[in-house]
């Protein structure tokens, strides 16, 4: 499985935006760039995927970068419901199973 | 609709007893998927099952395992239990297989080994 590479925390103030980055230098045509959050004593949340367009839904935006080895997470007005982790994640195209691998994800902290 | 239920929320079991989770995933999802959290190793994914078949597994011993009924429930029973398997326990549905989709987790079942 190709490999992520995320800041372990990161620091916002409430009502700016946030931008999450993600690195995957290894990342193969394939594969689709997935996002998570797990907020404190829940299960992880789906945010957010995409494969090469960036993307828009009702959470957030993601970002892709042009030779797609990078990504960002962009919450576009954070609130104390947005600390969290969150989680950067590739799943293979030809891999038909459900299989999520989660890395350690970058801790966001929401000042209010 | 009803989310991802897990049950029980809590256990408290002994060393080297056995221990059975449930999962109800959404209604109208077949895949059921099954993952350990520690705070030493994260997340790890243990086993995923689809249509009552185990379609794929994790580096996690024998003593872990699954089954998944025709209704899509599922449970995982761990055996022989030891004190690191001390974990919360989480299981995820998704409607369909393939990474163009999401998967829906529960809150997840907090195993205490003592």
């Known amino acids: 499985d190709a490999k992520t590479t995320q800041p372990n925390s990161m620091e916002s103030n409430e009502e700016e935006p946030v931008h999450l980055p993600c690195n995957h230098s290894t990342i193969s045509g394939t594969d689709y760039i997935h996002w998570y959050r797990q907020l404190p004593s829940q299960g992880p949340e789906y945010v957010i995927h995409?494969?090469?367009s960036n993307v828009n839904n009702r959470m957030a935006s993601l970002a892709i970068a042009e030779d797609r080895k990078s990504s960002t997470l962009i919450l576009h007005r954070a609130t104390l419901r947005d600390a969290a982790v969150y989680y950067c994640?590739?799943?293979?195209?030809?891999?038909?199973?459900?299989?999520?691998?989660f890395g350690s994800g970058t801790r966001l902290l929401v000042r209010p | 609709k009803a989310g991802v239920t897990q049950t029980p929320r809590y256990l408290i079991k002994t060393r080297g007893q056995q221990v059975t989770l449930s999962c109800s995933p959404i209604s109208g999802h077949r895949s059921v998927s099954w993952y350990q959290q520690t705070p030493g190793q994260g997340l790890q994914f243990l086993f995923e099952?689809?249509?009552?078949?185990?379609?794929n597994k994790g580096n996690f011993p024998g003593r872990f395992s699954g089954r998944q009924f025709s209704n899509s429930r599922s449970e995982m029973n761990v055996s022989t239990l030891e004190l690191g398997d001390s974990a919360l326990y989480l299981c995820?549905?998704?409607?369909?297989?393939?990474?163009?989709?999401?998967?829906?987790f529960g809150q997840g079942t907090r195993l205490t080994v003592v």
């Open positions: 995409g494969l090469t």
């Open positions: 994640i590739l799943r293979d195209e030809e891999d038909s199973s459900y299989k999520l691998i």
């Open positions: 995820a549905s998704s409607g369909t297989r393939g990474p163009n989709t999401e998967a829906f």
């Open positions: 099952y689809f249509s009552e078949t185990q379609r």
